[in-house]
């Protein structure tokens, strides 16, 4: 456990208090909270380094990612990942949330995607609620623990995304402000994307009506439309129980210069 990550906690508490991305301070304070938690590594978390050996995912029965649950309240949730080598998180969203994400040890590539319209539609037969949301593709980018930078997402940027640990496993710690249980759109899917054409991305007939202003049609990145599906099966975790430090009792303890903002 460090200095540096009971520098992130606090930053994140005074980050989340207040989340109106039209505020000054708010805008400031994530700005601040990006500088920090790009500087994290698997030791300041209080982490072992065999958490991520590829020999902890030769054993027959290992899943293959690790889920850490380090910390959640009503205004954040802080977790890490590890995957197995070239293994991919599915395709999922993180409706209307902001997020950071950093490689704390390996490295992965991350394809991300904005959305652009949806359309939901609910099954008469069992009430299943399903989505379809056209979007965009965003540049695939790959983060390492050494790179000292983090992936962030916002409430309508990059907020669906899969994850692949490329050249060995991979552990990345996140921050998402609200938590899946208190978002305003509290659950979360996983999706297929289909490709679609340029020259039908241009048109209503998609069936989402919408933004086809002209500065949109002017974007070209590739479009998808991501359909929801159940959990994939072979998408489970391990569980690995952390050890709450002692500042994360206190956090209404801190002081300005504990959150150096």
């Given at each position: 456990m460090?200095?540096?990550f009971?520098?992130?906690?606090?930053?994140a508490?005074?980050?989340?208090?207040?989340?109106?991305?039209?505020?000054?301070?708010?805008?400031?304070?994530?700005h601040?909270?990006?500088?920090?938690?790009?500087?994290?590594?698997?030791a300041?978390?209080?982490?072992?380094?065999?958490?991520?050996?590829?020999?902890t995912?030769q054993?027959?029965?290992?899943?293959p990612?690790?889920?850490v649950?380090?910390?959640?309240?009503?205004?954040?949730?802080?977790?890490v990942f590890?995957?197995?080598?070239n293994?991919?998180?599915p395709?999922?969203?993180?409706p209307?949330?902001?997020?950071?994400?950093?490689?704390?040890?390996?490295?992965?590539?991350i394809?991300?995607?904005?959305?652009v319209?949806?359309?939901?539609?609910?099954?008469?037969k069992?009430g299943?609620?399903?989505?379809?949301?056209?979007?965009?593709?965003?540049?695939e980018?790959?983060?390492?623990?050494?790179?000292?930078?983090?992936a962030v997402?916002?409430?309508t940027?990059?907020?669906?995304?899969?994850?692949?640990?490329i050249?060995?496993?991979?552990?990345f710690?996140?921050?998402?402000?609200?938590?899946?249980?208190?978002?305003?759109?509290?659950?979360?899917?996983?999706?297929?994307?289909?490709?679609?054409?340029?020259?039908?991305?241009?048109?209503?007939?998609?069936?989402?009506?919408?933004?086809?202003?002209?500065?949109a049609?002017?974007d070209?990145?590739?479009?998808?439309?991501?359909?929801t599906?159940?959990?994939?099966?072979?998408?489970?975790?391990?569980t690995v129980?952390?050890?709450?430090?002692?500042?994360?009792?206190?956090?209404?303890?801190?002081?300005?210069?504990?959150?150096n903002?």
């Amino acid at each position: 456990m460090s200095t540096l990550f009971a520098r992130v906690f606090r930053q994140a508490w005074a980050t989340f208090e207040h989340t109106s991305a039209s505020d000054a301070k708010f805008a400031s304070n994530l700005h601040a909270l990006h500088r920090l938690v790009s500087q994290l590594t698997l030791a300041d978390i209080g982490l072992e380094p065999s958490l991520v050996a590829t020999e902890t995912f030769q054993q027959p029965s290992k899943a293959p990612c690790t889920y850490v649950g380090v910390f959640e309240n009503n205004r954040f949730a802080m977790s890490v990942f590890v995957l197995r080598e070239n293994y991919t998180m599915p395709l999922h969203d993180h409706p209307q949330m902001h997020g950071l994400l950093r490689v704390v040890s390996g490295a992965v590539q991350i394809c991300s995607y904005s959305e652009v319209a949806r359309r939901d539609t609910v099954e008469p037969k069992d009430g299943t609620l399903r989505r379809h949301v056209l979007v965009v593709a965003e540049p695939e980018k790959i983060i390492s623990s050494a790179a000292g930078d983090c992936a962030v997402l916002t409430p309508t940027e990059r907020n669906f995304h899969e994850i692949t640990a490329i050249g060995g496993p991979a552990a990345f710690f996140d921050i998402l402000s609200p938590p899946y249980n208190l978002s305003s759109q509290p659950q979360y899917f996983f999706y297929r994307k289909v490709p679609v054409p340029r020259h039908l991305a241009e048109m209503e007939p998609l069936g989402f009506g919408g933004p086809n202003t002209p500065s949109a049609l002017e974007d070209e990145r590739p479009r998808y439309v991501l359909e929801t599906i159940p959990n994939p099966e072979h998408y489970y975790c391990d569980t690995v129980h952390y050890i709450t430090p002692d500042f994360m009792y206190h956090p209404e303890g801190s002081t300005t210069s504990d959150l150096n903002v």
